[in-house]
């Protein structure tokens, strides 16, 4: 009896997905490019973007690299005394930069944006959108 279902693709598949989103996000940023869009430009059904990758803040950091949840990462700004959270910024930072799972990737995030434009809009974006909000939105001041 053959498999009942959809196919899940193949390595080609997830890394059509990841170059496309690498794009559209570079040209229209976070907020502006939908899970749609990129399946649709990818010519595949959009369920492989939640297969790949759970969801669009998913792709996004897969197609970065970030070695870290940004939800998890502004918990950690943001618990504490607010005179203090520049120090605990860069304390989270320099903790990821230890930790020789997460070194290598941060680093290659850094060249990259250093020497590559669409990465560097990318990282921006990535830093912006996700980790900046989610540290703004938790914080009791503007």
Known sequence: MPPIGRRPGSADTRTALLDTARKRFAENGYDRTSVRDIATAAGVDPALIRHYFGNKEGLFRATMGW??????????????????????????F?????????RGRLEA??????????SATLARQFIQDQLYHLV???????
């Open 67 to 92: 070695p870290f949840d940004p939800a998890e990462l502004a918990a950690r700004i943001v618990d504490g005394d607010l005179e203090y959270i520049g120090e605990r910024l860069t304390r989270v």
């Open 94 to 102: 320099l903790t990821l930069w230890d930790q020789p799972e997460s």
């Open 109 to 118: 995030i850094l060249r990259g944006a250093a020497t590559h434009e669409e």
């Open 136 to 142: 703004a939105t938790a914080l009791p001041t503007p």
